[in-house]
């Protein structure tokens, strides 16, 4: 009888790329953030981004979560346009 050593809450393949996505594209937004000029602006986008990021954490229905990750890449295209305009 052989015992698995992983723990209960193991992620499988598709679930740790998935994962590993979503905190990189949590990772561009806040790093595009960084790059608003106004300090009070900077500070809504931070905490917005956080708190969408976590409400979301505990989320499993693998259809919502492509839908969320899709919505944030459009969210983050268009920070990162806004940001090109308003330098040009």
């Not at 193991?10 to 998935?18: E, P, S, V």
């Given at each position: 009888m052989s015992v698995s050593k992983l723990p209960p809450t193991a992620l499988n393949l598709r679930q740790f790329l998935q994962r590993q996505r979503v905190l990189g594209l949590y990772r561009s937004m806040l790093r595009t953030i960084r790059q608003v000029p106004d300090e009070g602006d900077r500070k809504y986008l931070q905490d917005w981004a956080r708190e969408e990021f976590k409400r979301n954490k505990e989320a499993t229905n693998q259809d919502a979560?492509?839908?969320?990750?899709?919505?944030?890449?459009?969210?983050?295209?268009?920070?990162r346009k806004s940001l090109a305009l308003a330098r040009s």
């Amino acid at each position: 009888m052989s015992v698995s050593k992983l723990p209960p809450t193991a992620l499988n393949l598709r679930q740790f790329l998935q994962r590993q996505r979503v905190l990189g594209l949590y990772r561009s937004m806040l790093r595009t953030i960084r790059q608003v000029p106004d300090e009070g602006d900077r500070k809504y986008l931070q905490d917005w981004a956080r708190e969408e990021f976590k409400r979301n954490k505990e989320a499993t229905n693998q259809d919502a979560i492509r839908m969320m990750i899709t919505q944030a890449k459009n969210h983050l295209e268009e920070l990162r346009k806004s940001l090109a305009l308003a330098r040009s």
